[in-house]
C-alpha cells in the first residue's frame, strides 16, 4: 500500500464543508425539549451591583428560568490559571458586557423579551480604559517577568549611537466562521453530555463539573468540530458550555447558548494590545550593544491565560537575533474590558514586531538596508546562539533562509527599481522589505506537552482514530488520519477519525500553540506501533513462520500487491486477515498511546531555561504601493519561504501558510478595535470591523516550503506549521512605513496601517524632510 504520508490529499471534510454537509454544533438535531439561552451583559464598564429582580422577565411566556449568580449550584469563579473570572456577577461588574443574568426560555426570541425585562441597578465606579492609564494606577495582574542578559546598563552607556522609543500594537478579533456555541443534554443518574465549540474539551469538562459542583466522571464534552477558532476557543467556550449546562440542570431540559456574530464580537475576548517602551545602543554597522524593552500586556478585568500570553511575548522579543546585553521586563496591565484570551501566535507577534520596529528605525538612522541590519545581528555560532533566556539555538534556519529567498525573489534588484520608481513619482511611493522568523515550538506551561490517544481495530480491517486534539479546520484530523495511516501501513479509506471527546481521550491539553499534530501525531504513532507489535506474532503464525521471518507493510514497508503480512516464500495475508486472527485468538485489537514532549522546563523567578523543544523557522519579502493623497495601499507582491520539517502534508500546510499571513496582515494593517469613552466597543459587526478580503490579497503570491531539512524528534520529521507563518505579515507593515517614508523622512506607520494612519505618516514624513 502507497502511504498518504507527504502526498497530496484534500482536507478530510473537505467536501462536507462545500456541500454543506458538515455538521457543526449549531447544526446538529436538536433533542426533544431543547431550550436556549441568552444572558444580560452589563452596561458599564465598572459598576457596583446594588439590585437585581427578574420577577417580570420570568412572567414572559416561554420563559422556564432567569438565572443570577445565586442560582449557581458548584463554584462561580471560574478561570484556565486563576479562578478570578465569576461566571455571573455577584456583585460588580469589571467591562462593558460582563454577563450579569442568564435566561432560560422555550426560544431566542422569548428570551430577548425577557432579558429587556430584568432589572439590575448599578452604582457606577471610576473604569480603568487603556494601557498607560492602567500602568500610571498600577493596575497590574499577577507579577512582573524579567529577563535579563549581561551589563545592558554599562552596553547602553558605551554605544556609539542610541535611540528610544515606544511602540503600540493593537488587539485583534477571531473573526472565526462559527460564532460560540454550546448544546447541554442531561443523563440518566446527574449525568450530563456538552457539544461544545472547544479548542479545550478537557478544561471544558473540568469547568462544566466545577460549575455544578460534581465530578468530572458525570460530564461528558464532545467536539466534532470548529468553524474556525485561532485561539477564541481555548478558554473562552468553557462560558458557553457552563451556561448551557446550569441551563440543563436547572430545567431538566436540553439547554442550548449560541452567539450572533454582534454579539460574539461584544462579549468575548480577542488578541492583546500591547505596549513597549525600548532603548537600543547600537554601533555603525547596526549591530545592538544594548537592548531594554519594557512590555505591557493589556489583559482586560480578567488574568485569562495573559501571564503566560506576556510571557511568549517576552521569549519573542529576540526574533532571529543575538542580543548580548538585555534587559526586558513584562507586565499584564488590568483594564476595564473584556477579558482578552489567546490568539494565533499568543503573544508571539507582540513580541516580533518591536525588535522589527527598532531594527527598522536604526536602520533609517545610519542610511543602512534594513535587511543589512538585520543580516549583522542574526544569531551565529557558539557563544552567540543563545536566547535571553539561556536556551541555545542549535539550528538556526533563518540566516540562509534569507538568503535563499534575498536571491530568489531579486531583493536587491526590486530595491533599487523602487528607489528609481520613488525619485520619479510625487504622490506614489512604493516600498521593499525582507523579515524573519524564529518561533518556538511548546506550551511554555511544560505540563501541558502531553497527548493521548485511542486507536480501535475491528476484525474487518477497518480503524477508528481517537484522540485529543479538536479540528477547528487547520487540517489536524488530516494529518492525524495520515499518520494513522502510515503507522498501520493501511489506506487512508480504512481509517475514520472520529469526534473528539473526553470519554475516549481524557486529560488533554488544548489543541493550540501549534502542537496539534507534534503532540498527538505522536501519540496515535505510539498507538499504532503497539497494535502492529502486537499482530507481529499472529501474522507470523499465520503464514507459518517465526516472529522475526515475517514482513509487515506498516510505516511504509510496501509488501507485493497490496499485501500487509508476508514471508520469503511469497505468501501473504491483508490485514483484514491478519485483524480476524488476531480476534479469534482473542488478542486486543485496540490500543492507548501517549507521547510527552521532553526536557521543557522554564524558571520564570530568574528568567531561565527551555521554554521550547524547538523553532519553526520563515521569511517573507513583501513589496506595497501607497498613495500619499488618500493613504490608500495595495500588495503588489509577497514571496514566502516557509520551515515546515518534512511536512506531513504538503497542501495543508501551504494552506496554512497563505492563511497565516493574510490574518498576520490583516492585525497590522486593517483590523482596527475602537471602544467609546465608557468602555463600549463600537466595531463589533462587519460593517465596521474590516478583516482582509480578495481585494486585500498580494497580485503575486509565492510561497515555497523548506525542502529537506526534517526536524529530529517529532513526529515523523515534521514541523509545526499554525502560528509561525502569522508573522510573516510583519514585513508588509514595514514595507507600508518605508513606502511612507519616502515621501521625506523615517516614519514608523501605527498600527494598525489603516488608510488614515497611512494618511497621516506620509503627511509627517513630508514635514520631516522639508
Known amino acids: 500500500m502507497s502511504s498518504p504520508l ?40 465598572h459598576a457596583r451591583i446594588i439590585r437585581r429582580d427578574a420577577s417580570d422577565a420570568l412572567r414572559v411566556p416561554g420563559v422556564h428560568a432567569v438565572l443570577f449568580a445565586d442560582d449557581i449550584p458548584g463554584h462561580n469563579e471560574m478561570g484556565p490559571v486563576l479562578k478570578d473570572e465569576p461566571l455571573l456577577a455577584r456583585d460588580t461588574v469589571h467591562c462593558v458586557g460582563q454577563y450579569v443574568a442568564a435566561v432560560i426560555a422555550d426560544d431566542r426570541e422569548a428570551a430577548r423579551v425577557a432579558l429587556e425585562r430584568i432589572v439590575v441597578e448599578y452604582e457606577v465606579l471610576p ?84 460549575t455544578l459542583g460534581w465530578g468530572r466522571h458525570r460530564v461528558s464534552v464532545v467536539c466534532p468540530r470548529m468553524g474556525g477558532a485561532f485561539g477564541g476557543k481555548e478558554t473562552q467556550a468553557n462560558h458557553w ?34 505596549h513597549s517602551r525600548w532603548q537600543a545602543g547600537f554601533d555603525d554597522e547596526g549591530r545592538l550593544e544594548g537592548f531594554e524593552v519594557e512590555l505591557y500586556a493589556n489583559g482586560g478585568w480578567a488574568t485569562d491565560l495573559s501571564l503566560a500570553i506576556l510571557d511568549r511575548g517576552m521569549f519573542h522579543l529576540d526574533n532571529s537575533y543575538w542580543l548580548p546585553n538585555l534587559r526586558f521586563i513584562g507586565e499584564v496591565v488590568a483594564t476595564n474590558h473584556t477579558s482578552n484570551c489567546a490568539f494565533r501566535g499568543f503573544g508571539g507577534p507582540q513580541g516580533v514586531v518591536v525588535i522589527e520596529h527598532v531594527l527598522d528605525r536604526i536602520a533609517a538612522a545610519l542610511g543602512l538596508d534594513p535587511l543589512d541590519v538585520r543580516r549583522r545581528n542574526f544569531y551565529s555560532a557558539a557563544p552567540n546562539n543563545r536566547a535571553p533566556y539561556g536556551a541555545e539555538i542549535d539550528d538556526f534556519r533563518a540566516g540562509y533562509m534569507v538568503e535563499d529567498l534575498a536571491a530568489t525573489c531579486g531583493y536587491a534588484e526590486r530595491r533599487a527599481q523602487i528607489a528609481e520608481f520613488n525619485a520619479s513619482s510625487a504622490w506614489v511611493k512604493r516600498g521593499l522589505a525582507l523579515t524573519p522568523v524564529k518561533f518556538g515550538i511548546s506550551f511554555t506551561v511544560s505540563f501541558l506537552n502531553q497527548a493521548g490517544a485511542l486507536v480501535v481495530l475491528y476484525s474487518d480491517g477497518s480503524a477508528q482514530l481517537n484522540h485529543g486534539g479538536t479540528e477547528m479546520g487547520q487540517g489536524l484530523y488530516t494529518k492525524c488520519l495520515a499518520v494513522c495511516a502510515h503507522s498501520l501501513g493501511i489506506p487512508l479509506t480504512s481509517v475514520r477519525n472520529m469526534p473528539t471527546s ?11 500553540a501549534s502542537s496539534g499534530s507534534d503532540l498527538n501525531g505522536a501519540a496515535i504513532q505510539a498507538a499504532c506501533v503497539q497494535l502492529v507489535d502486537r499482530m507481529r506474532p499472529v501474522a507470523a503464525e499465520i503464514l507459518g513462520v517465526s516472529d522475526d521471518a515475517v514482513h509487515l507493510g506498516a510505516e511504509g514497508n510496501e509488501g507485493p500487491d497490496g499485501a500487509w503480512a508476508w514471508n520469503d516464500a511469497g505468501d501473504t495475508k491483508t490485514f483484514a486477515d491478519v485483524c480476524e486472527a488476531a480476534y479469534l485468538r ?6 492507548s498511546g501517549y507521547y510527552s514532549t521532553p526536557g521543557i522546563g522554564y524558571d520564570r523567578a530568574k528568567g531561565e531555561g527551555t521554554p521550547f523543544f524547538y523553532y519553526a523557522y520563515g521569511c517573507c519579502c513583501a ?37 497565516a499571513f493574510m490574518q498576520g496582515m490583516g492585525w497590522l494593517t486593517s483590523e482596527e478595535l475602537i471602544w467609546a469613552d465608557d468602555g463600549r466597543l463600537l466595531t463589533h459587526g462587519p460593517s465596521t470591523y474590516k478583516i482582509p478580503a480578495v481585494g486585500e490579497a498580494p497580485l503575486e503570491f509565492n510561497v515555497r516550503l523548506l525542502q529537506h531539512k526534517p526536524q529530529p524528534g517529532v513526529i515523523y520529521g515534521s514541523k509545526a506549521v499554525g502560528e509561525p507563518p502569522f508573522l510573516h505579515g510583519i514585513a508588509v507593515h514595514c514595507a507600508i ?6 515621501f521625506g523622512g523615517d516614519i514608523a506607520v501605527a498600527m494598525p496601517a489603516t488608510p488614515e494612519a497611512i494618511l497621516f505618516a506620509c503627511e509627517d514624513a513630508r514635514e520631516k524632510g522639508e
Not at 482473542?586 to 490500543?591: A, C, P, T
Open 737 to 742: 512605513s518605508r513606502a511612507a517614508s519616502a
Open 127 to 210: 473604569a480603568v480604559l487603556d494601557i498607560e492609564e492602567a500602568i500610571a494606577n498600577k493596575s497590574f495582574h499577577g507579577s512582573t517577568h524579567r529577563i535579563e542578559r549581561g551589563d545592558p546598563d554599562a552596553a547602553m552607556a558605551s554605544a556609539k549611537h542610541r535611540l528610544s522609543g515606544h511602540l503600540d500594537s493593537g488587539g485583534q478579533e477571531h473573526f472565526y466562521l462559527e460564532s460560540h456555541c454550546s448544546l447541554a443534554v442531561p443523563g440518566e443518574d446527574r449525568t450530563i453530555e456538552v457539544f461544545a465549540s472547544t479548542q479545550h474539551p478537557a478544561e471544558t469538562q473540568h469547568t462544566v463539573a466545577h
Open 241 to 274: 458550555a457552563c451556561l448551557a449546562a446550569l441551563g440543563s440542570w436547572k430545567t431538566g431540559q436540553p439547554c442550548k447558548f449560541w452567539l450572533d456574530r454582534d454579539q460574539d464580537m461584544t462579549l468575548t475576548g480577542r488578541r492583546h494590545p500591547f
Open 586 to 591: 482473542q488478542i486486543s485489537l485496540n490500543s
Open 502 to 512: 473526553t470519554e475516549k481521550v481524557p486529560n488533554t491539553s488544548a489543541t493550540a
Open 623 to 659: 513589496e506595497v504601493e501607497v498613495n500619499g493623497l488618500t493613504g490608500e495601499w495595495r500588495l503588489r507582491r509577497v514571496d514566502i519561504l516557509h520551515d515546515v520539517g518534512d511536512s506531513l502534508s504538503p497542501d495543508i500546510d501551504r494552506g496554512q501558510v497563505e492563511g
Open 6 to 45: 507527504r502526498q497530496r490529499m484534500p482536507h478530510e471534510s473537505a467536501l462536507r464543508h462545500v456541500s454543506g454537509e458538515a455538521v457543526f454544533i449549531d447544526d446538529m438535531p436538536l433533542p426533544a425539549g431543547t431550550l436556549h439561552g441568552m444572558v444580560l451583559g452589563s452596561p458599564h464598564a
